[in-house]
């Protein structure tokens, strides 16, 4: 028959037949036992026509019930390139066959095992591939990481405790910088959400409310000094007050400036003197009083 393919021996646990080939010579009842074969899988078809028709959740239940092993089968042969439990591939399959179930048209000509069979393949890589590392490593680490984790168990039941790198190094005969490598390539592989929160002194925070933008800090630090200067501007005496305004706001030369107060030039280079250091002492003089408030 053509309904009994490849496909269907390779099934075997999905399509359990109740017939006994007892007697392989005798043709004709060979054939009996090839029908009785098919049916699991006439059950499932049945169910589904009723389903589709009722959608009755007893039945929806049955046909995933009957359908589990193939997600099972198919798990199983995924996680041989994994590392992740074949416990969670089936119930990240079991999603897919649900979908099957629930979107499954006989109509559409294609059989509910072929259309299961790809719902459940596609759920289960897609969940691998997001659990794949950002950052691929070299294979060559990738490997090496596996062999140090399989070493770091076994020795830490020989030891009594975890080994050092150096340890790590020698029972592998490599050197210990290829051990941090390989414990790098453990750490790129696990994601941190920047709303992960953690405690830090006592207070809930997330990730992104400890990173520090350089330029935004360069930026505040800017506005501050700036702050500070105005403020100290303000409490120079009128005649260095006006010297500096002219000089540093409206960018004029010292001969601009002396022209622009009826003085010499040599008279406007000495109140810029001095009122650079009395800038610098009432600047310093506000440091400290700030740093003082704030250790009341």
Same mark, same amino acid.
């Given at each position: 028959?053509? $309904?009994?393919?490849?496909? %269907?021996?390779?099934?075997?646990? $999905?399509?359990?037949?109740?017939?006994?080939?007892?007697?392989?010579?005798?043709?004709?009842?060979?054939?009996?036992?090839?029908?009785?074969?098919?049916?699991?899988?006439?059950?499932?078809?049945?169910?589904?026509?009723?389903?589709?028709?009722?959608?009755?959740?007893?039945?929806?239940?049955?046909?995933?019930?009957?359908?589990?092993?193939?997600?099972?089968?198919?798990?199983?042969?995924?996680?041989?390139?994994?590392?992740?439990?074949?416990?969670?591939?089936?119930?990240?399959?079991?999603?897919?066959?649900?979908?099957?179930?629930?979107?499954?048209?006989?109509?559409?000509?294609?059989? %509910?095992?072929?259309?299961?069979?790809?719902?459940?393949?596609?759920?289960?890589?897609?969940?691998?591939?997001?659990?794949?590392?950002?950052?691929?490593?070299?294979?060559?680490?990738?490997?090496?990481?596996?062999?140090?984790?399989?070493?770091?168990?076994?020795?830490?039941?020989?030891?009594?405790?975890?080994?050092?790198?150096?340890?790590?190094?020698?029972?592998?005969?490599?050197?210990?910088?290829?051990?941090?490598?390989?414990?790098?390539?453990?750490?790129?592989?696990?994601?941190?959400?920047?709303?992960?929160? %953690?405690?830090?002194?006592?207070?809930?925070?997330?990730?992104?409310?400890?990173?520090?933008?350089?330029?935004?800090?360069?930026?505040?630090?800017?506005?501050?000094?700036? $702050?500070?200067?105005?403020?100290?501007?303000?409490?120079?005496?009128?005649?260095?007050?006006?010297?500096?305004?002219?000089?540093? %706001?409206?960018?004029?030369?010292?001969?601009?400036?002396?022209?622009?107060?009826?003085?010499?030039?040599?008279?406007?280079?000495?109140?810029?003197?001095?009122?650079?250091?009395?800038?610098?002492?009432?600047?310093?003089?506000?440091?400290?009083?700030?740093?003082?408030?704030?250790?009341?």
């Amino acid at each position: 028959m053509t $309904f009994v393919s490849k496909d %269907f021996h390779s099934s075997q646990s $999905f399509l359990e037949s109740d017939a006994s080939l007892s007697n392989e010579n005798n043709r004709s009842h060979n054939n009996l036992s090839l029908n009785a074969s098919n049916k699991p899988l006439d059950k499932v078809h049945k169910l589904l026509a009723e389903y589709a028709v009722s959608r009755s959740p007893q039945i929806r239940d049955l046909i995933i019930e009957a359908t589990l092993p193939l997600v099972k089968r198919i798990a199983y042969g995924l996680a041989r390139r994994s590392t992740d439990p074949v416990e969670d591939l089936i119930q990240v399959g079991s999603i897919g066959l649900i979908k099957a179930v629930d979107q499954y048209n006989s109509d559409a000509g294609a059989r %509910f095992q072929t259309y299961a069979t790809h719902l459940i393949t596609g759920e289960i890589r897609h969940y691998l591939r997001d659990k794949t590392a950002m950052i691929r490593a070299p294979r060559e680490l990738q490997e090496l990481s596996y062999r140090i984790n399989r070493l770091v168990q076994n020795l830490t039941l020989k030891l009594g405790r975890e080994p050092s790198d150096t340890e790590i190094a020698l029972e592998l005969q490599i050197p210990v910088s290829k051990v941090n490598e390989a414990y790098e390539v453990d750490r790129r592989r696990n994601l941190v959400s920047l709303d992960q929160a %953690f405690t830090n002194e006592g207070s809930d925070q997330s990730i992104v409310d400890t990173l520090i933008d350089g330029k935004y800090q360069n930026s505040v630090l800017a506005k501050e000094d700036c $702050f500070m200067l105005i403020e100290a501007i303000k409490q120079l005496r009128s005649g260095l007050k006006e010297v500096v305004h002219l000089t540093y %706001f409206e960018d004029l030369s010292q001969t601009e400036v002396a022209r622009r107060l009826g003085i010499s030039q040599m008279q406007v280079s000495r109140r810029l003197r001095t009122a650079t250091s009395d800038l610098y002492k009432i600047i310093t003089q506000n440091k400290k009083i700030s740093q003082n408030n704030e250790n009341l």
